[in-house]
Structures are given as structure tokens and as C-alpha cells.
């Protein structure tokens, strides 16, 4: 009982806070492959199991979302680890029929040396590391408006009237350069000129707030590889460069 | 769609997909710059309703289960199911529960309740209080060789009557044999446990008064002369009369023509 009141403590200290709820995952890695155990009944292998990782998601996820409401911490987190491992199975089960190239053919020969074009992994290792310095960078840049990532993924519009609204404000700033040089000189999104400009409410604007910022400096300082992946966001004009 | 990995944690990473969203997905194995197709991400498969209402529902049925405990308890434990005269000359009548524990002991009579005074009924057994009284109501004089010992059982199980009288007339007198008192005989008295055998006063010729069958009845409880009824009821054959004495409360049924005490009730006065 008393044990259950720890855990919970930590849990209630952590479950804001992503990073928080990580260091729980990594300190609770034991209940987590054990509880993995006993869905897939053998040892899951760090690294080459699936489950595992989505275990220690779903592990994750029951930090974040925990309320003492929902009972002891560590049944809940079970729970929410099965659930997961069962969805993931389901999800699974429908691509059944679906060849991996990972997968032989009947005389044992890898599936993949039947494929014609074969990826380039040296073009790829390029391309990854160079990805890794820009997001690095763009880390960084974002540092210094005191948000993080993982606040992004938190302050990211989900519902889809919102998201539209965001959309129009980004592409209102990206037609009206003004607006991005203020972003970087002050470091203050403008939001009454956005608002005002793409129609959207300002309200809307500054509850997403971090996220504006994230996309609008990723078109702001030529960050190549970014901008090429946000093909939807700003659709039919090609993004700023310095 | 493709995802771009921009941080990744031990469990977690975030990506941002190429509508422009970010996302906190499970971590399955990626590193910072790699571009994948396929994510499992946050929310899903929360269990939240599900887990909720299963745990809901979980919560109702215990609820339920408790409250089937608790009535089962309270009908076999606490609810008496009949009642046991016992009398030697001290007139005693034990409440039993469904599982043949005794709940209470009273006396029905002055001497009745010199015996049950001080007497714990709690745990015991009838069989087994019925032994005990009657060891101290032959330690306390009541009962010597030659005596009788009335047995009669209440209860709207007529089963259980018959069964609890010849059950308690067996046990005793094999208990008082065994105390060296054959000579004490145990008879079942009649099924009625508050039936009083005579009444001086009964004039089968004639109708008790309100005032003769009030009378009669004090003297069955053993309360003290001239004690006033609280409530006199003339019912036909029948007067319902209830007294209020020393924080109990006393309930009976006198008959009109004999002045017989056809049912009795003693209880503590709330």
C-alpha cells in the first residue's frame, strides 16, 4: 500500500513531463518486461521485440495520463500495456498477407534480393546524419524561445478545424516575409497581425503558440530538409530561403 | 505518410509528419533524422472509458456482492429466527439466529431474570447455553432432583420447532445424567413458548376486563404488583397489552375467556 503511495508519488511528479515519464520507463524497464512477458510468454530482447517497445509506450502513455482515481499505478500501467500489445496484434493480424521483405521464398532465399531496385544505404546514412544536424540545430534555435519538442507534440492542433486555422496563419506569414523577420528579431510570435491578416481567431493562435513558432522558424532559417518534408503544410508555393 | 524523427526518448520519440504535425509516438527503435512510414502514436489505444468502465462496472458488482454479505449477514446472524422457553422454575426465553447462536436471553419471570442477569449469550450455541443456564440455575438453588424442565420452541419454521425441542430435551438430559441429576426430568412444554400453563385468576364462565387481563399479565412477566399497561388493545378474543418497566419494553396477547397469554414479547425499551 505504502509502496503503491511512492509510486504514485512519482508518477504525479513526472506525468507533465515527458522526459519525467521516460526516466520512469527506464526505472521501472523490469515491470515493463515482465508485463511484455506474460503477453508474448518468452524473454522479450531489447531492441529486436516490438512489444517491448510498445510496452514501454503504453508504459509512458500511463504516466502521462494517470490519475489516483484510476487506482494503484502500477495495475493501471498494466493494463494500459495490455491494451496497447492487444491493439498492436489486432493492427497485426490485418496486414496478415502482406509479404515482409524480411521474409524467404520457398527455397529460402531472402525476399529482399528478388527486389530490383534496392535502397542506397550509404545515400540514406547521408541524408539521416545531415537530417540529424539540421534538427539538432533547429532544436536549439527553438531553445532559445524556450520551448522544446516535446511541448510541440503537446501544443500541436489535433482537431481539424484547428489545425486548418494554424494552416492559414502559416501561409499568411509565409506570403508576408514582415511577419517571420519579426518572429527571429523579437523573438515573439506576431499574433495580432497573424490573427488579423489569415481571419483566425487570436485565441486559437495563442493556444497554439509553441507550435506556430516550431513551423514558422523551420521556414525562416533554411532548414532544407524540414521544409522539404512539410509539403502539405504550406501547399503550392515554395518555402522561403535565405 | 512519412515521418520525420525529430527526438527520441527511451519509450517515446516525436516526429513530425508531412501535413506539418507533430506527434508523440512509441520509440520503436528510430533514431534522430530517420524518415518512417509507419508509427504507433500516443493516445490509440488508451484505456481510459474502457479501463474506466470495466473498473465501474467492477466497483457495481462488489458493491452488490457487499450488500448481499451484509443482508446474508444480518438475516443469518442478527435476525433472530425463533425463540426457546426454557423453564426450570427460573422462566428464561433465548432468541436463536438461523445458525443456532443464541442472540439474547431474558427473563420471563422474577426468578428468570436473577438467572439470565450477567449471563453472555454471545458465541454460544443453544444447545450449550441451554447446559449452562441449567448449571447455574442448579448452582443458584433453582433446580434440585425431582424438578422438571419445559422445553417449548417459537418460530414460524414448524421444522425447526420440533427439531430444536427434541435436539435441547436430548442434550439436557444427557448433559444433567452426566451431572449425576437423573432425577430431573426434561418434557417439551406446549409448542407455544408463552403460553402460561393456568391462571388463577381465568374464569373460563366469564370475559376477563381490561383491568384482570392487564393483571394477569404483569404477573406473567413477573413485574411488580399494580404495574400500569402502557396501552391496552381490545382485539375480539383478545386484549394486546404493553407495559414499560426498568428499560424494557413488554408486549403480549391475553385471551378474553381464560385470561391465557397467548403471545409474548419482550424487548428493550429504545
New interface residues.
Partial sequence: MNNDHDIAAKVYAAREDARAADDLVRQYLPFIRSETAKFIHRYPMEGHDDELSIAMFAFHEAVLSYSRLKGPFLRYAAVSIRHRLIDHYRSERRHTGVLSLDGETEDGTPLMNQVVAVKDESAELVLRTAARTEIREFAGQLAAFSIDLTEIAENCPRQKRTFEACGRALRYAKEHPALLDALVSTGKLPITQLAEGAGVERKTLERHRKYMVAVLLAYTNGFEIIRGHLNQVMPGKEARTE | M?Y?V??C????A?V?D????????????Y?????VTDV?P???????K???IR?MARLALSAVFTFLMIFGLYHYVFAAFGTVRIQINPDVLLSVNRLGYVLDVSGLNEDGRILAEGYGTFGKKLTDAACELTERAVSMGFLADGSTIGIAADSDDGGWRTETVTRLMIELQVYLTGRGMKDIGVLPAEDKPVDIPETKESTPASVLTAEEAAAAAARYFGLPEGTAAAKIEDKNDVYEIEFAADGMEYDCEVRKSDGAVLHAEIDRDD
Avoid at chain 2, 508531412?18 to 527503435?29: E, H, W
Avoid at chain 2, 533514431?31 to 524518415?35: K, L, N
Fill in positions: 512519412k520525420l525529430m527526438e526518448g527511451t519509450a517515446y516525436i513530425l508531412d501535413r506539418g504535425q507533430f506527434l508523440r509516438v512509441a520509440n520503436m527503435g533514431e534522430v533524422g530517420q524518415t504507433i500516443a493516445g490509440a489505444s488508451h484505456p481510459g474502457r479501463y474506466m473498473r
